[in-house]
């Protein structure tokens, strides 16, 4: 009788649901072992030089334009101390890289300028470049990038600003020994939506 029974419900459809059982099992068994060679990977080592310092901390400051969030990111990463600084701004626009220039002499601020290259108007690449080659010159060495970023109150705001800095924010994360300081500069729209929360 079982059999009869499992077999006319397997006909009308419950293969479906064995199928989706088994498929589910097998992926949380996956997520399972997923879970346990990360924790593996993350265990700390007793042996591990834990507090082994980086040999010299370089920083950069990414800039795009000579504006207010700028000169916090240039604030924030010479109150840090590195063994160096330099500012990069990657020419893609020759008109706007020389206005970068002659704002950045005018108001001569104590950090060095060094222009990036990019034949193929490439924003990130010649970016990732520069951070490699110096940490070619030295693995030892740490390199914190300072990414100036706009923090936006309405919705709409965000589809306007940070278009640059999210995607080279995503591929520093890819690079070893290097950090990414972002930097944040609240528009007014952001008061503006405290102001409205406060009263409600």
Excluded: C
């Excluded at 990360?38 to 080592?45: N, P, T």
């Excluded at 220039?101 to 950090?111: H, K, M, S, T």
């Amino acid at each position: 009788m079982f059999v009869v029974v499992l077999a006319t419900k397997l006909t009308q459809g419950a293969w479906l649901t064995i199928v989706a059982i088994a498929l589910l099992t097998l992926w949380m068994r996956a997520i399972g072992h997923h879970y346990s060679a990360v924790d593996r990977e993350l265990e700390v080592d007793p042996d591990s030089p834990v507090r082994a310092l980086p040999s010299r901390v370089h920083a950069l400051i990414v800039v795009t334009s000579v504006r207010k969030p700028v000169v916090r990111a240039l604030t924030y990463a010479r109150a840090s101390r590195p063994s160096t600084l330099e500012a990069v701004v990657v020419d893609t626009d020759r008109a706007r890289t020389e206005e970068v220039l002659r704002q950045w002499q005018r108001l001569e601020f104590p950090v060095p300028m060094t222009v990036l290259a990019s034949p193929y108007r490439d924003s990130i690449g010649p970016v990732i470049s520069h951070v490699r080659g110096i940490r070619k010159k030295s693995p030892r060495d740490l390199v914190i990038v300072y990414l100036p970023e706009y923090v936006v109150g309405r919705g709409w705001e965000r589809f306007l600003h940070n278009q640059a800095i999210r995607p080279l924010k995503a591929r520093l994360h890819f690079e070893r020994g290097v950090m990414i300081a972002s930097v944040p500069w609240h528009l007014e729209s952001v008061r503006e939506l405290r102001l409205t929360e406060n009263q409600e």
